[in-house]
């Protein structure tokens, strides 16, 4: 489905070049859920946002279902079905949730009752949100429910989370693994790639990979990955601690 090959990614920093990542090739197959972790500075979202299209890197090549999408932009890359939520969503004032869900599905007339059951799978109480503006009177919390809720509506083929579990409650928290993978096995032929150090996600995992200052360093099977990660090089968060 997706390969990146011989990616990197380089930036200019007081006339000096700065590689942020470094030649990172990667395979994700169909129906597949990897979790990328690292220690802070690794490059983990940054490689998130060359895959969505937001950034381009500075070399290397990467194919959708064999296809070279590395110069299509994000918009492109939606349309052939990449879903990114980022790790603070965005606000959009004057738009409805309503309206972005319908925007997700591309059903200008999806039914509120259809659009409450988007709602609800993350818990939020659909009366009370439908007619909601994305704006600042959200929360944090509730907007990256509402961002998961249309996320789960677009039935992406792959679709991508930065840190997902940053800022939400506990009860949200729980709930994601199940909804991780309702979208796995419920899309014919989706996977989904998670930047992510908690290790509930991690466990729940396919695949595992370790980015290490903007290098893989390891790359494999879940239960192996998490037994050689835990409590090593880097933290991983234990189950249920959650970032405020």
């Known amino acids: 489905m997706l390969e990146l090959k011989n990616i990197s990614f380089s930036v200019e920093e007081d006339g000096k070049r700065i590689e942020i990542l470094k030649d990172i090739s990667l395979t994700v197959e169909d129906r597949k859920f990897i979790v990328i972790t690292g220690p802070n500075g690794s490059g983990k979202s940054t490689l998130a946002r060359i895959v969505a299209g937001i950034e381009k890197p500075t070399a290397g090549q990467i194919l959708l279902d064999g296809e070279d999408i590395t110069e299509k932009s994000i918009t492109e890359r939606a349309r052939m079905g990449v879903a990114f939520a980022f790790q603070q969503p965005v606000r959009f004032k004057g738009l409805e949730v309503i309206d972005l869900l319908r925007l997700a599905t591309g059903n200008k007339t999806l039914s509120a009752n259809a659009a409450c059951d988007f709602l609800s ?124």
Request: charged share 25%.
């Open 121 to 244: 799978e993350v818990g939020l109480c659909a009366r009370d949100y439908i007619h909601r503006e994305v704006n600042s009177s959200l929360s944090g919390g509730e907007l990256k429910r509402i961002e998961i809720a249309t996320v789960m509506a677009r039935k992406a083929r792959l679709t991508l989370f930065d840190e997902p579990e940053a800022g939400i409650d506990l009860w949200s928290f729980q709930n994601l693994t199940r909804i991780f993978k309702q979208l796995r096995d419920n899309i014919a032929d989706s996977s989904i790639l998670i930047i992510s150090h908690q290790e509930r996600i991690l466990s729940i995992a396919d695949e595992i990979v370790v980015l290490v200052n903007g290098r893989i360093e390891k790359h494999g099977a879940a239960q192996d990955i998490l037994k050689e990660i835990t409590g090593t090089q880097f933290a991983v968060a234990p189950c249920g601690r959650m970032e405020m």
